[in-house]
């Protein structure tokens, strides 16, 4: 048997930063220790279009930099992600 491995637990910030923000469907990153919402929609579908122009105009901007990328669904569950 393979060891299971934990799921990391979400750092406050975000969960204070998805606290604040009402629509059920966004992203979170936690770039340097700072906790930003960067994407928020009503509907998983404009959620869906808005993140495929987000990675395509600024996930590459990130490569570089210390990130964790959190995304919430439509159940206000919060779940750690890689791009």
Not at 29 to 43: N, Q, S, V
């Amino acid at each position: 048997m393979t060891p299971v491995r934990p799921q990391p637990l979400v750092p406050a910030g975000i969960v204070k930063r998805a606290a604040q923000v009402p629509q059920p469907c966004a992203l979170f990153l936690l770039l340097d220790g700072i906790p930003y919402c960067e994407i928020a929609e009503r509907r998983p579908q404009d959620f869906e279009s808005a993140m495929v122009s987000w990675r395509r105009i600024n996930l590459p901007t990130l490569v570089r930099s210390q990130v964790r990328y959190f995304i919430r669904n439509k159940d206000l569950a919060l779940t750690e992600v890689r791009p």
